[in-house]
């Protein structure tokens, strides 16, 4: 007789929520609509909502008329009263938690509030609806019968301030979850929440090597890296000869598309899926509700109330922003957010791309300050990505990390966009794969495509080769390994790639004196 899977008991306490999941693709703006109005009443007695009239705003248009768009800087002086135990001031009563932003965009630190509402209806409430969607789409599931593998960040809760915790994300949820979920999760939370990451990978390893791993959760390049030294201590080939239980990777916070080969011959049972999420710092936002469609369901009756402003407009005066229900499908949009945590129109610095409305699903396609426009071509994300994808492709090789930038002018007067990559896998011929991705790039962006015309005013891009490890030396280097730290991919400005360029050249240079 079979013995009764503990997941099959387990997932009736998610078919209530599976059923009303299904008010996305039926009533949307109507959910929206009821979280606006949610969010308004809550904020309507702090000093954020006493200014900015919340208690006479009833409708959309008056919500738009009444708080302006906002970014960090806008509200960073009210946060940091927060974080100094002031109450009342963009949410009700004090907020204690503090999501230390990675600084992906530049060296300064954003701390972003994360109140109790927050935690419950916006995170943890994430965090269920992927289950819940896993379990519909996989109803022979065993997840619970085994472990859940999650990575959290890689820096440990501390008391930036008197009466304010700062900590990554991952650290704060961990440390707040109910103590019930500690009992199907690996590693341990001390070893969980180290600020080590080379020491905590080695770790995580070992705690892990002999348990019944079911899942894993986490950012794809750190996962690989805990993943790689499991595979050093067992001696196996594939990981499912450690895990054979192991079903799904829950992966979020970076393109997955650079590293899937490398999954994919790392575990090669065919019955293991895998799920994209976008959660951030400042809030839970998709989930993706189908294994055959790489997009993500928008989250809509969360503590999250939704704009879009049109890319081609981001930055002028007075542009364009809409509810979900003025977005189009295949428009590049820039994100703003009003939540729980007392974020009120903050433009996330996420873009995003609607492949359908109803529902409304979409991809990420970049960062609002992460592409490349120097000179007229609007090289997005989402552009590399599939270039990248297409080149790796057709010659066989792997991507582990890269960033690009352009080259204004050189001696020559010649301009350029410069690529470094650091290959997994390298291909036969760089030139080759140069050429494949430079023909990819101008078959997807017609802006690319018509400043790279007869090389009148880009030339053909060039690809400098990384040595293995570089990009993980650089991130150390800043104090930023691990965790939910990430590679900005794409810049106008040199400083990085400059930054990356020298430290590649140093070893060679070593390496030909030595």
């Known amino acids: 007789m079979t013995a009764m899977s503990l997941t099959s008991i387990v997932g009736n306490v998610f078919k209530?929520?599976?059923?009303?999941?299904?008010?996305?693709?039926?009533?949307?703006?109507?959910l929206q609509h009821r979280v606006l109005q949610h969010l308004l009443e809550k904020g309507s007695d702090t000093e954020y909502g006493i200014k900015h009239l919340l208690n006479n705003t009833h409708s959309y248009e008056e919500f738009t008329a009444n708080v302006p768009v906002n970014t960090y800087e806008e509200l960073k002086g009210s946060i940091d009263r927060m974080r100094h135990g002031e109450g009342d001031v963009l949410w009700p009563g004090t907020v204690k938690w503090y999501a230390k932003s990675s600084g992906t965009t530049n060296d300064k630190s954003k701390f972003i509030p994360v109140s109790h509402a927050g935690l419950q209806r916006i995170h943890y409430q994430g965090g269920k609806d992927v289950v819940a969607i896993y379990l519909r789409n996989h109803p022979d599931s065993r997840l619970f019968d085994g472990r859940s593998l999650i990575l959290g960040g890689s820096h440990s809760l501390n008391y930036n301030l008197p009466g304010s915790l700062v900590g990554d994300l991952s650290a704060i949820l961990i440390e707040n979850i109910n103590p019930l979920a500690n009992l199907v999760r690996v590693p341990k939370k001390q070893t969980a929440l180290l600020s080590d990451f080379e020491v905590k990978r080695d770790r995580i390893a070992h705690e892990c090597l002999h348990k019944n791993v079911t899942n894993i959760s986490g950012v794809p390049s750190w996962m690989l890296s805990v993943l790689v030294r499991v595979m050093e201590l067992s001696g196996k080939q594939h990981l499912e000869e450690v895990w054979p239980n192991l079903e799904v990777f829950f992966h979020g916070g970076i393109s997955f598309t650079p590293y899937r080969?490398?999954?994919?011959?790392?575990?090669?049972?065919?019955?293991?899926?895998?799920?994209?999420?976008?959660?951030?710092s400042e809030g839970f936002f998709g989930i993706q509700d189908d294994p055959a469609d790489k997009s993500m369901l928008l989250m809509l009756d969360y503590d999250v109330f939704y704009e879009f402003i049109p890319m081609d407009e981001f930055g002028s005066d007075n542009p364009t922003v809409v509810p979900i229900e003025g977005v189009e499908t295949g428009r590049n949009y820039a994100m703003l957010i009003t939540t729980s945590c007392g974020l009120w129109r903050y433009?996330?610095?996420?873009?995003?791309?609607?492949?359908?409305?109803?529902?409304?699903?979409?991809?990420?396609?970049?960062?609002?300050?992460y592409f490349i426009n120097a000179f007229g071509e609007e090289l997005i994300m989402d552009n590399a990505e599939k270039g990248l994808a297409y080149?790796?492709?057709?010659?066989?090789?792997?991507?582990?990390?890269?960033?690009?930038?352009?080259?204004?002018?050189d001696r020559n007067a010649k301009c350029r966009h410069q690529w470094l990559i650091e290959f997994s896998k390298e291909p036969e011929d760089l030139q080759q794969f140069a050429r494949l991705l430079d023909g990819k790039l101008q078959e997807i962006n017609s802006d690319y495509e018509a400043k790279r015309f007869h090389d009148v005013t880009l030339q053909h891009l060039e690809i400098v080769k990384a040595r293995p490890g570089l990009f993980n030396d650089w991130l150390k280097a800043k104090g930023k390994l691990g965790g939910q730290h990430k590679v900005p991919r794409l810049s106008n400005s040199r400083k990085n790639i400059d930054e990356l360029l020298e430290m590649n050249q140093a070893l060679k240079s070593k390496e030909a004196e030595g």
């Open 261 to 280: 080969k490398q999954y994919e011959q790392l575990i090669t049972a065919p019955r293991m899926s895998y799920m994209e999420t976008y959660n951030a």
């Open 16 to 30: 209530p929520r599976q059923k009303e999941l299904e008010k996305h693709y039926t009533a949307a703006a109507e």
């Open 347 to 369: 433009l996330i610095g996420d873009t995003v791309e609607f492949t359908s409305t109803n529902p409304y699903k979409f991809v990420i396609t970049g960062r609002t300050k």
């Open 391 to 409: 080149a790796c492709e057709q010659t066989g090789a792997q991507v582990n990390e890269y960033t690009a930038a352009p080259v204004y002018m």
